[in-house]
């Protein structure tokens, strides 16, 4: 079993930056595929980045790729999403999410989610 807690949300301008945490617990986390979704009202919650157990796969969704990078630290049970360039575009709930397995990407099933933050950028 996999709790996460998502923060770092906020209000910032068009160009800002945010950086994002989800702060797992569990013993399984180190092992486990993370990503980051994100929703709007009305609109089906999509796919933003994804990072293997030992971060060494990234995936990203075309809209924030070269803005946003998905990091972990399995040390601290942690992961992060730096948002950068940001676009009023970009505003939505974020929410962490975990599998069960080791890979994670736009494709896989993830069976953990946190609460969700919400992401405000003005124009």
């Known amino acids: 079993q996999v709790q996460l807690v998502e923060s770092g949300g906020g209000l910032v301008q068009a160009g800002g930056s945010l950086r994002l945490s989800c702060a797992a617990s569990g013993r399984t986390f180190s092992s486990a595929g993370m990503g980051w979704f994100r929703q709007t009202p009305g609109k089906e919650r999509e796919f933003v980045a994804a990072?293997?157990?030992?971060?060494?796969?990234?995936y990203y969704a075309d809209s924030v790729k070269g803005r946003f990078t998905i990091s972990r630290d399995n040390a601290k049970n942690l992961v992060f999403l730096q948002m950068n360039s940001l676009k009023p575009e970009d505003t939505a709930v974020y929410y962490c999410a975990g599998r069960v397995g080791r890979l994670a990407g736009p494709g896989y099933e993830y069976a953990y989610w946190g609460q969700g933050t919400q992401v405000t950028v003005s124009s």
């Open positions: 990072i293997n157990w030992n971060g060494g796969g990234t």
